[in-house]
């Protein structure tokens, strides 16, 4: 994934053109991230209007589209303003990955991508998109959705966390956690997230207790700690530690355990030649059978396919 376009029509909004730029259109291969080439492409070539200001002159016309890689298509101020019809055969034709960022995927709708599919966009919009694709499964509280080849994200900054996934997908943990660093982001947050939440949650819990005992937890994921050594470690009770726990991370502590250890597994799948039992065993999930069925149930690969798509090689 290494050439990407990026769908600009009048009233595309800025933030998530800036979004696409600043993720492939910045030159950081002095960071390991890239090189890549970002194409701005729009019906006739000519400098498209931006909302809410702002004009952006494209570098590639409709045809542009045909060789990238991936195609962004960034969302409008108006998702039921109409779609060119060139830009409708554009998508139709165009056999790589496509990502909608928030309302963009009224876009897709529009062209008939989203058939059969599932998708998500910005929560005030969910109801919009239902009647726009009434052949489309609207996921209504998740980040993104991940139908391998078309791609579609909740509100703006939803959109960042899609790019990263998009980013990650194709070159591999130690990629995307390099360009998370650089946009000071979170490296990794599940599609599968709400898209909001009330009270805010921090990534890392401040509650002294809750937060110590992540920190000890996460250099012993390969030991057989449980939930009750979690609760011991921060002196509370089982119960007082549950509601802690939920409190400051928006997680059970066994839900979080497992998740931690999954990731834990995927890192020694893309980085390492560990057989599988050893990633089991490492990661803390035990077994290859555990470890098969936790993998399909969090990513719905197996390790295999898994390390087969995201191995990331060596230096000769």
Do not use: K
Request: glycine share 10%; with cysteine.
């Amino acid at each position: 994934m290494r050439t990407v376009g990026v769908l600009v029509l009048p009233g595309s909004r800025m933030f998530d053109v800036s979004v696409v730029s600043e993720v492939w259109g910045v030159d950081r291969t002095d960071s390991g991230i890239g090189p890549f080439s970002l194409r701005v492409c729009a019906p006739g070539r000519v400098a498209t209007p931006l909302a809410p200001v702002g004009v952006l002159p494209a570098t590639h016309g409709l045809a542009g589209l045909r060789d990238c890689d991936l195609v962004v298509v960034p969302g409008r101020v108006d998702p039921s303003a109409p779609v060119p019809p060139s830009v409708v055969r554009a998508l139709r034709s165009f056999s790589g990955t496509v990502a909608a960022l928030c309302s963009g995927a009224f876009t897709l709708a529009a062209a008939g991508l989203l058939d059969g599919r599932e998708a998500t966009t910005h929560w005030r919009l969910l109801d919009a998109l239902e009647d726009a694709a009434p052949r489309t499964r609207v996921v209504r509280d998740v980040l993104f959705t991940d139908g391998a080849e078309v791609l579609t994200s909740a509100g703006v900054v939803g959109g960042v966390d899609l790019c990263l996934h998009l980013v990650r997908r194709a070159h591999g943990a130690d990629v995307a956690a390099a360009l998370a660093r650089r946009l000071v982001m979170p490296p990794t947050r599940e599609g599968g997230q709400r898209q909001y939440v009330d009270p805010p949650l921090p990534a890392r819990p401040d509650r002294v207790g809750i937060a110590s005992t992540v920190d000890w937890a996460v250099g012993r994921l390969g030991t057989p700690i449980g939930v009750a050594d979690l609760a011991a470690h921060a002196g509370m009770s089982d119960r007082t530690f549950h509601r802690a726990f939920l409190a400051a991370t928006g997680s059970t502590p066994g839900r979080w355990l497992q998740v931690q250890r999954v990731r834990l597994a995927q890192r020694f799948l893309e980085t390492t030649d560990l057989p599988v039992h050893r990633v089991a065993e490492r990661s803390g999930l035990g077994t290859p059978t555990n470890l098969r069925r936790r993998l399909r149930a969090e990513l719905g690969v197996t390790p295999d396919a898994y390390r087969r798509t995201f191995r990331v090689p060596t230096a000769p």
